[in-house]
């Protein structure tokens, strides 16, 4: 049997996402991507799905998957295991121990920092950062910031759902492989 492709369940995974108005302040539809987790069959799809689509896009290969604190970590390192590569943690500042790589970026009411572990990666990883969704973009170029700060190499940056109006793909470097999902 096949492994399921990325165009195979994006209405599955749409159908699946919960739209919340006026949720965390009003004016805000919120994208809720918890409904995912009750199909356990559907969060094995996107995995092996999104796994595919990296081996058939990289066949030389991906060192490691990132994953962006807190929802990357739901999809990251599955797909990590899939691929028997490496899952680098993104975390917000202070939540690692040791000496860390750190980036800060604006939002829209103050500054907020990102984090890796140094050490984690070397020159040499060819890495894809995995999250939910991207709205503005701070958060996602400042994971690449922290990961290329390493020399390492950023080939993709993959999100589930990305939110067109807000133009965060914009903010993004123009070298930057974005790969969206579902288009909200």
Known sequence: MSS???????????DAV?????????????????????QPKLVSNICSAVAS???????HGITAIAGLEARGFLFGPQIAILLDCIFVPIRKLGKLPGATIKASYVKEY?????EIQQGILSPNDT??????????????????????????KVI?????????ALEG????PEHCNFVTLLKH
């Open 4 to 14: 399921p492709t990325l165009d195979s369940i994006r209405q599955k995974v749409d």
């Open 18 to 38: 919960l739209c919340v108005p006026d949720f965390p302040k009003p004016g805000i539809l919120f994208r809720d991507i918890m409904p995912i987790f009750k």
């Open 53 to 59: 689509h990296l081996r058939e896009s990289f066949p």
């Open 110 to 114: 103050g500054v907020d920092t990102v």
């Open 127 to 152: 890495v894809v950062i995995v999250d939910d969704l991207i709205a503005t973009g701070g958060t996602m170029r400042a994971a690449m910031e922290v990961i290329e700060a390493t020399q390492a």
């Open 156 to 164: 993709e940056c993959f999100v589930l759902i990305e939110l067109e």
């Open 169 to 172: 793909v914009k903010v993004l």
